[in-house]
Every structure is written in structure tokens, then in C-alpha cells.
């Protein structure tokens, strides 16, 4: 598969700057989070062995499972779930990186400790854009996209197990080691994903293991570049392609090939082709930016911006995902710090006003 080439510009919107990092609970919220990630452990455990991707719909709430520890107070934890959310895009983990894209087992291995020690819990881009995110108190969530579907991603040996060096393989590793890290994803993939002639095999092991599929066209097709027949045909064959390996599978996030709109826009969103139709919920350009929470009025669900993994070095060095992630953490941009009940959304009161419309009733400023 093609990597997608270098994107000198920025897609999308950058956040803006909250007035502090931790909202109203100051430093001491650090403390607080770590108390509360490790009582958390169990429960983020219980949904890492279960596939927390269905189609559950309705408020941010679906998911949650009963007899979990009564919400923490969000001044405490300094809970801003209008803050920015690093959505990371990976291509291939290959010993020799071949261009920006491309990262070491190493480095893909450190980016992902670096996560779990700054309280960071993956989520899926389904539920990123559901506004689905049920993670502890004070935990950050960040989404793990994976394009082209190449075999460094996932590679399953005889028994069924992925391989220690793959994407996978390390990103289980990671989890097992930092509990509160749980192991999903969001794999954009392409025709025969993963080097398996229709990909029966390897789908089917991530939708049995709870990771997402989504779509990135049959053929990598740079959809801005074709007709509207010819962006519905990549889209949906691609669909067709994904439900006849995995039956039931529903796809629901789109990822575009080199970042590339089609010339009628709503068409990444929505179309038919051949008898089969599509509906996305989450648009993913290639971006180079953490986007915006899902309960902001700037949030556009058919234009999310992802961050291209690398160190802060290279082209576009200071559009990384070594630099946001830095920006993240001292505050230059205010991520979102969650307040651990999923059926209200919290944050600083001076906030208020970039609460998005359909998300009122749940706000709670403070």
C-alpha cells in the first residue's frame, strides 16, 4: 500500500487555548489521577476483554457498567472534557523506516509508554465521535488510527497470535504492563488488509478482540481526484469487502486516502454504490493537529484532524506527535481530562459557551 505523501499544510481547525491545563484542581489533580487510574484498574481490564465497540447508541453513557466507584468530584480532578484529544495516525513499524510515515518498533513502543505514564486511555474512532468516551476520572483519552492495513500492523502466526514485533503484538504488551491502558484501536484498512487475501483471518481477529474497522477505500483511491461514481465505488466496494469477511461488521469511520476530499464533499459521508450503502459517522483526515472534543461547537465529525506520528524532528517537525504530545502535557494546549461519569460532560464554567448545542442538557460547569 501506498504511504500517504508529506501534507504541508494543517487540516482542520487547531483547538484553542483554555485558560489552564487542569481547570480548577491545579496540580494536586496529578496526584488525584494516579489514585484514581490505579483504582481504575479492574475496570478498564473488564473492557479491554470485551469488545467495547458495538453499536450501542444514545448518551455518553452507553458502556458504562454498573457497580463502578461513584464519579469523582471534577474540580478535583480538574476535569475538562472540552479540551483537545490527540488522534494519532500510524502507517507501517518496520526496522527501516522508509519515509515520515513509517515508524520503528522501538519508537511506536516508547510513543505508546509515554501514553499510558501520562494517563492517557485509548478509545476508538467510533466511539471518539459517538462521544462515547468512559474512561476514569482524570484520564485522558487518545485515539490509535492505523492506515493501509500493511502487514507490520497485524500479523497472526500458526496459533492465531499476533506477532510480538507487529503493531499489535506490542500494543498488548504495552497494555499488559500498564493495566489502565487498554488495547484498542481503530484499523483504516484496504483491499486484502494486513497481506491476507480477504483479510478473513486478520478481521476477524480484531473485531473479535474489540479493535475497529474502518474504511480507507479498496484501492487507496485519493478521492478528490476521481468523479462521484468512482468515490462511491472505492467507499462502498471496500465496505462490501470488510462485512463479507467479517458478516455483521458495521463501518462506520472513514479514513481519507492522503487526506484527499471528494470534489462533492458529503459523498465521504454518505452514498451508495453498486446496491451498497454506506454511512459514516467519523470522517478522519491526515491532519496534523489534536482534535477537537466531541462535545465542542467547533467539532466537525466529518472533518477530524489526526497528528502523524514522529519524533520532533524532520518535515513539518512541529505538527508531530512528539510536539502536540508536549503541548498536551505543559499545558500550551488543554487536552481533555475526563471527569469519569459518562453521563455528564465537565469543565471550567469560563468554558461554557463552546458547549456544542446537542450536548447542553449534559453539561456541568463548575
Given at each position: 500500500?501506498?504511504?500517504?505523501?508529506?501534507?504541508?499544510?494543517?487540516?482542520?481547525?487547531?483547538?484553542?487555548?483554555?485558560?489552564?491545563?487542569?481547570?480548577?484542581?491545579?496540580?494536586?489533580?496529578?496526584?488525584?489521577?494516579?489514585?484514581?487510574?490505579?483504582?481504575?484498574?479492574?475496570?478498564?481490564?473488564?473492557?479491554?476483554?470485551?469488545?467495547?465497540?458495538?453499536?450501542?447508541?444514545?448518551?455518553?453513557?452507553?458502556?458504562?457498567?454498573?457497580?463502578?466507584?461513584?464519579?469523582?468530584?471534577?474540580?478535583?480532578?480538574?476535569?475538562?472534557?472540552?479540551?483537545?484529544?490527540?488522534?494519532?495516525?500510524?502507517?507501517?513499524?518496520?526496522?527501516?523506516?522508509?519515509?515520515?510515515?513509517?515508524r520503528t518498533p522501538r519508537?511506536?513502543?516508547?510513543?505508546?509508554?509515554?501514553?499510558?505514564?501520562?494517563?492517557?486511555?485509548?478509545?476508538?474512532?467510533?466511539?471518539?465521535?459517538?462521544?462515547?468516551?468512559?474512561?476514569?476520572?482524570?484520564?485522558?483519552?487518545?485515539?490509535?488510527?492505523?492506515?493501509?492495513?500493511?502487514?507490520?500492523?497485524?500479523?497472526?502466526?500458526?496459533?492465531?497470535?499476533?506477532?510480538?514485533?507487529?503493531?499489535?503484538?506490542?500494543?498488548?504488551?504495552?497494555?499488559?504492563?500498564?493495566?489502565?491502558?487498554?488495547?484498542?484501536?481503530?484499523?483504516?484498512?484496504?483491499?486484502?488488509?494486513?497481506?491476507?487475501?480477504?483479510?478473513?483471518?486478520?478481521?476477524?481477529?480484531?473485531?473479535?478482540?474489540?479493535?475497529?474497522?474502518?474504511?480507507?477505500?479498496?484501492?487507496?483511491?485519493?478521492?478528490?481526484?476521481?468523479?462521484?461514481?468512482?468515490?462511491?465505488?472505492?467507499?462502498?466496494?471496500?465496505?462490501?469487502?470488510?462485512?463479507?469477511?467479517?458478516?455483521?461488521?458495521?463501518?462506520?469511520?472513514?479514513?481519507?486516502?492522503?487526506?484527499?476530499?471528494?470534489?462533492?464533499?458529503?459523498?465521504?459521508?454518505?452514498?451508495?454504490?453498486?446496491?451498497?450503502?454506506?454511512?459514516?459517522?467519523?470522517?478522519?483526515?491526515?491532519g496534523s493537529n489534536p482534535?477537537?472534543?466531541?462535545?465542542?461547537?467547533?467539532?466537525?465529525?466529518?472533518?477530524?484532524?489526526?497528528?502523524?506520528?514522529?519524533?520532533?524532528?524532520?518535515?513539518?517537525?512541529?505538527?508531530?506527535?512528539?510536539?502536540?504530545?508536549?503541548?498536551?502535557?505543559?499545558?500550551?494546549?488543554?487536552?481533555?481530562?475526563?471527569?469519569?461519569?459518562?453521563?455528564?460532560?465537565?469543565?471550567?464554567?469560563?468554558?461554557?459557551?463552546?458547549?456544542?448545542?446537542?450536548?447542553?442538557?449534559?453539561?456541568?460547569?463548575?
Amino acid at each position: 500500500m501506498r504511504p500517504h505523501p508529506p501534507n504541508p499544510r494543517p487540516s482542520g481547525p487547531r483547538p484553542s487555548r483554555p485558560p489552564r491545563p487542569w481547570g480548577r484542581g491545579g496540580a494536586a489533580a496529578q496526584a488525584v489521577l494516579a489514585a484514581v487510574l490505579l483504582a481504575g484498574c479492574s475496570g478498564a481490564a473488564q473492557h479491554a476483554s470485551s469488545p467495547p465497540d458495538g453499536d450501542r447508541e444514545g448518551s455518553p453513557a452507553a458502556g458504562h457498567q454498573a457497580g463502578q466507584a461513584a464519579p469523582a468530584d471534577p474540580a478535583a480532578v480538574g476535569a475538562d472534557e472540552l479540551g483537545a484529544v490527540p488522534v494519532l495516525m500510524y502507517h507501517q513499524i518496520v526496522a527501516e523506516p522508509q519515509s515520515v510515515y513509517d515508524r520503528t518498533p522501538r519508537d511506536f513502543r516508547a510513543e505508546l509508554e509515554r501514553l499510558a505514564r501520562e494517563g492517557y486511555v485509548p478509545v476508538t474512532a467510533r466511539q471518539f465521535t459517538a462521544g462515547k468516551i468512559d474512561i476514569p476520572a482524570g484520564a485522558h483519552p487518545v485515539v490509535l488510527t492505523f492506515d493501509d492495513s500493511t502487514g507490520s500492523q497485524l500479523a497472526l502466526d500458526a496459533a492465531g497470535r499476533p506477532a510480538p514485533g507487529s503493531a499489535v503484538g506490542i500494543l498488548l504488551d504495552v497494555a499488559e504492563k500498564h493495566p489502565s491502558f487498554r488495547p484498542v484501536a481503530t484499523f483504516f484498512v484496504n483491499g486484502d488488509p494486513f497481506r491476507d487475501s480477504g483479510g478473513r483471518r486478520t478481521l476477524k481477529w480484531l473485531a473479535d478482540h474489540g479493535f475497529e474497522i474502518g474504511n480507507h477505500t479498496l484501492r487507496h483511491t485519493t478521492l478528490g481526484t476521481v468523479g462521484d461514481a468512482e468515490v462511491q465505488e472505492a467507499i462502498a466496494r471496500n465496505q462490501q469487502a470488510i462485512t463479507e469477511a467479517v458478516p455483521g461488521a458495521s463501518v462506520v469511520s472513514l479514513a481519507l486516502p492522503n487526506g484527499s476530499l471528494p470534489r462533492t464533499p458529503q459523498l465521504a459521508a454518505k452514498g451508495v454504490s453498486g446496491g451498497v450503502r454506506y454511512q459514516h459517522r467519523g470522517v478522519y483526515l491526515v491532519g496534523s493537529n489534536p482534535a477537537p472534543s466531541p462535545f465542542s461547537a467547533a467539532f466537525d465529525p466529518r472533518a477530524v484532524p489526526r497528528i502523524r506520528s514522529q519524533a520532533a524532528t524532520g518535515p513539518d517537525a512541529q505538527f508531530t506527535s512528539t510536539a502536540w504530545l508536549d503541548k498536551l502535557r505543559d499545558g500550551t494546549v488543554g487536552r481533555y481530562t475526563s471527569d469519569g461519569d459518562p453521563e455528564k460532560i465537565s469543565f471550567p464554567e469560563e468554558r461554557a459557551a463552546e458547549v456544542s448545542p446537542s450536548h447542553r442538557k449534559a453539561a456541568r460547569s463548575y
